[in-house]
């Protein structure tokens, strides 16, 4: 029961803007959305999480819809050690679990 | 100040043998959980630790799988009779308090996981 949807990959120009885009249709009102991504052989590192407001960190910004439907993780000034898979996730609402899709595997290049 | 640590990073069993997977969670974390990603695959949820609890087990796929934290730390990941499906990694987390008293406040710490290949 996949909770989130993201694009398979994108590429993005070192030092530009980075903007992985996630939709989460059926979110119910009480869900968190997480970011996390997996460098590849290592385990998954935190990003930033929110509710309904916009929140932002040192590493990135996540911009929530109002209607909550999806979600946007911005990556303000890309490097080469950004890239990995990021993940859009939906945290139950009994904060027990995290729902992962399958990812986006971001590629910056020089 | 250490992270979550897994043992052994790589594991091959031949189909049938039972294996056994080691988490040891960041000290005086309440939470672990466990979980297994396929290859290409987003993790999976398999179960929730509260200390020596484990309060969610809704994410095992077979009776073949067991897992135990009985004095709530070191957690192992028992999966018997080893299919070919099971092949994955086994990633295990671990958070400073219990999840419904933390809510969203508390991240999940990652180790880096165990590789299993079953031949």
């Known amino acids: 029961d996949a909770k989130t949807t993201q694009p398979p990959s994108m590429d993005c120009a070192e030092g530009r803007a980075a903007n992985l885009p996630c939709n989460h249709s059926?979110?119910?009102?009480?869900?968190?959305v997480y970011w996390y991504r997996q460098i590849h052989s290592q385990g998954p590192q935190y990003i930033i999480h929110?509710?309904?407001n916009n929140e932002t960190n040192e590493m990135a910004s996540l911009i929530i819809t109002e209607d909550r439907k999806s979600s946007t993780l911005i990556l303000p000034h890309a490097t080469l050690r950004d890239t990995a898979v990021y993940y859009c996730?939906?945290?139950?609402?009994?904060?027990?679990?995290?729902?992962f899709g399958s990812g986006t595997k971001l590629n910056v290049k020089p | 100040g250490a992270g979550v640590s897994q043992s052994p990073r790589y594991k091959v069993a031949k189909r049938g043998q039972d294996v056994a997977l080691r988490c040891d969670p960041i000290?005086?974390?309440?939470?672990l959980f466990w979980y297994q990603q396929a290859l290409g695959q987003g993790p999976e949820f398999l179960t929730y630790?509260?200390?020596?609890?484990?309060?969610?087990k809704s994410g095992l796929p077979s009776d073949r799988f067991f897992a135990e934290r009985p004095e709530g730390s070191v957690s192992t990941l028992k999966i018997q009779r080893t299919q070919q499906e099971d092949s994955a990694v086994y990633l295990c987390?671990?958070?400073?308090?219990?999840?419904?008293?933390?809510?969203?406040?508390?991240?999940?710490?990652f180790g880096p996981g165990t590789r299993l290949t079953v031949l």
């Open positions: 000290s005086g974390h309440v939470s």
């Open positions: 059926t979110i119910s009102g009480n869900e968190y």
């Open positions: 929110g509710l309904k």
């Open positions: 996730i939906v945290r139950s609402s009994n904060f027990n679990k995290f729902y």
């Open positions: 630790f509260q200390n020596e609890a484990q309060l969610d």
């Open positions: 987390a671990s958070s400073p308090r219990a999840a419904w008293l933390a809510g969203t406040t508390d991240t999940q710490y």
